[in-house]
T-cell receptor, first 112, second 110 residues
């Protein structure tokens, strides 16, 4: 049982480049979210999904797009990378009901 | 605006000490409050507290929720160096959106 799998683990981008952070879960969880974590800022919600085909914005959605075509996959797209998007990105999933999120191992992104 | 505030931001103790971490919140339509432990990588789940479960205990860790005063505390007794980590508090609002505090960094010295 792999849980939540994120790829890549590390990435360096140049300003203006685009890329997609991959996230997949094999637990048949309905809810998935993307967070970014910056020093001293805790985890901030970027986008979330309550099921396949349904997504919504979180606290800091600007510069990011998501889609949820299947229950398993929830990719995060950076449209035009900026140095302010340098961060650690976590994908997480949970089933319906009173459960906490299970997190992936994270992607450390540096934009130069 | 929904927010979660944790205190203190950091804490240094010695093995065997007892620590109390605080989490206060203002979140619309509160559903639950969770505590996570984060070491090097991803946060790992510790406790969930809801209206029907306002006190939890697991070994040396315990937590309570005060829904009237809108706060929670996480207690760790007889601390060990393996307890060194960032402890995150998260509050669930509507649509399963979780709001995280900035964390408390705990350093337990031998």
């Amino acid at each position: 049982n792999a849980g939540v799998t994120q790829t890549p683990k590390f990435q360096v981008l140049k300003t203006g480049q685009s890329m997609t952070l991959q996230c997949a879960q094999d637990m048949n969880h309905e809810y998935m979210s993307w967070y970014r974590q910056d020093p001293g800022m805790g985890l901030r919600l970027i986008h979330y999904s309550v099921g396949a085909g349904i997504t919504d914005q979180g606290e800091v959605p600007n510069g990011y797009n998501v889609s949820r075509s299947t229950t398993e996959d929830f990719p995060l797209r950076l449209l035009s990378a900026a140095p302010s998007q340098t961060s650690v990105y976590f994908c997480a999933s949970k089933p319906d009901g009173y459960y906490g999120y299970t997190f992936g191992s994270g992607t450390r992104l540096t934009v130069v | 605006e929904d927010k979660v505030v944790q205190s203190p931001l950091s804490l240094v103790v010695h093995e065997g000490d007892t620590v109390t971490l605080n989490c206060s919140y203002e979140v619309t339509n509160f559903r639950s409050l969770l505590w996570y432990k984060q070491e090097k990588k991803a946060p790992t789940f510790l406790f969930m507290l809801t209206s029907s479960g306002i006190e939890k205990k697991s070994g040396r860790l315990s937590s309570i929720l005060d829904k009237k005063e809108l706060f929670s505390i996480l207690n760790i007794t007889a601390t060990q160096t393996g307890d060194s980590a960032v402890y995150l508090c998260a509050v669930e609002g509507p649509f399963n959106k979780f709001y995280f505090g900035s964390g408390t960094k705990l350093n337990v010295k031998p």
